[in-house]
């Protein structure tokens, strides 16, 4: 099936044909040339992509909040890295880098909560995914990473926060 883009600025007379044959979506120039295919799977991610609470909440296991705090981290290797945080749950952290480090990187993380900034938390953590670029214009580039290995006083402590933190939210 053919669609014509008649409105959207700067692709008019270009046309988007979607195979359900073959899942995928194509895009022809006004002079009938390919300029590029996708597969429903690359559209279906790329949507998803744009919302990390849709695209993530059926793989969090606690919720998370905002908050931005001096982070730490440690490369298998030995490279440290320090850095902020964006957000923050009891099963793990995204941290701001314009240089993200591949998914399923292993790294150590060290940070302190809010309310205790002489107590160092440490933690094993795992890159589950990674965000290249600016989105939005108010989300940055960097990794959400979920912690492999935790002591259960830190998760407490990181679950008390972030309900806390949700909770002046929902009142403010």
């Known amino acids: 099936m053919k669609f014509p883009v008649t409105t959207t600025d700067g692709h008019e007379g270009n046309i988007l044909e979607m195979n359900a044959d073959q899942e995928v979506v194509t895009l022809y120039g006004p002079d009938g040339d390919q300029l590029g295919t996708l597969s429903w799977k690359d559209v279906i991610e790329q949507i998803r992509a744009n919302n990390d609470d849709v695209r993530f909440a059926h793989a969090r296991s606690y919720p998370r909040a905002p908050l931005a705090m001096k982070v730490r981290y440690t490369t298998p290797e030995g490279k440290q890295f320090d850095s902020l945080t964006g957000g923050i749950g009891a099963g793990g952290l995204f941290i701001e880098s314009s240089a993200p480090l591949a998914p399923g990187t292993e ?10 900034p002489w107590e160092r938390l440490k ?3 795992k890159v589950a995914w990674t965000r290249n670029k600016p989105e939005r214009h108010i989300l940055f580039p960097g990794m959400g990473v979920r912690f492999t290995d935790i002591d259960e006083k830190s ?9 806390a933190l949700n909770r002046s939210r929902e009142t403010a």
Do not use: G, Q, T, W
């Open 155 to 163: 998760r407490v402590e990181l679950i008390e926060l972030v309900d």
């Open 123 to 125: 933690a094993k953590a």
């Open 107 to 116: 790294l150590s993380v060290e940070f302190a909560l809010p309310d205790r």
